[in-house]
C-alpha cells in the first residue's frame, strides 16, 4: 500500500474560488502536499490523462470540462493515502457525497464535482508521472 496519492482541483472549483478552501480540508484530514501546480491542460492532454474513459459516453463532455480552464494538480501524502482521500473527497455525485466531503460542499453536478482523486495505489503513480517530473516533487 502506498502512503501517496494524487488529485486535481477541477476547473469549476477553480473558478468559484474554492481552491484555497479545498486545500484547507485537504491539510486539516492530515494530508501533506508533497508536489503541487496551477495549470491548464490542452484538451490533448485530458484526452491523454482521461483515455482510459475513452469508450465512455461522456468521455468528450469530460475532456472538453477538464481543458475549459486551469486546474490544480497535487500529490499527496498521509498513510493509507488513496482510501482515505477518497473518503474525503466523496461520492462522485455531490448528492450522494456524505456531509462534510469536498464534493458535498463545493461540487455542482456529477461532471463538475470539484475534484479529482485517484481509485488506486497504481493509479496514482500513473497520474502523479502524468503531472510531476522528479525534480518537481521529492
Known amino acids: ?3 501517496r496519492t494524487f ?3 477541477k476547473p469549476d472549483a477553480v473558478r468559484g ?4 478552501n479545498i486545500l484547507q480540508m485537504i ?3 492530515g494530508f501533506k502536499i508533497v508536489a503541487m501546480k496551477y495549470t491548464k491542460l490542452s484538451l490533448e492532454q485530458a484526452g491523454k490523462f482521461y483515455e482510459v474513459h475513452n469508450a465512455r459516453p ?3 463532455e469530460l475532456t472538453e470540462f477538464m481543458s475549459g480552464g486551469p486546474i490544480v494538480a497535487a500529490i499527496l501524502e498521509k498513510e493509507n493515502a488513496v482510501a482515505d482521500f477518497r473518503k474525503l473527497i466523496g461520492a462522485t455525485n455531490p448528492a450522494q457525497a456524505e456531509e462534510g466531503t469536498i464534493r458535498k460542499k463545493y461540487a455542482a453536478s456529477v461532471g463538475e464535482n470539484a475534484v479529482h482523486g485517484s481509485d488506486s495505489d497504481e493509479n496514482a503513480k500513473i497520474e502523479g508521472d502524468f ?3 522528479g525534480l518537481e516533487r521529492p
Open 131 to 133: 503531472f510531476f517530473n
Open 58 to 60: 461522456f468521455y468528450g
Open 7 to 9: 488529485t486535481m482541483i
Open 1 to 3: 500500500m502506498s502512503n
Open 17 to 20: 474560488g474554492n481552491i484555497g
Open 27 to 29: 491539510n486539516a484530514a
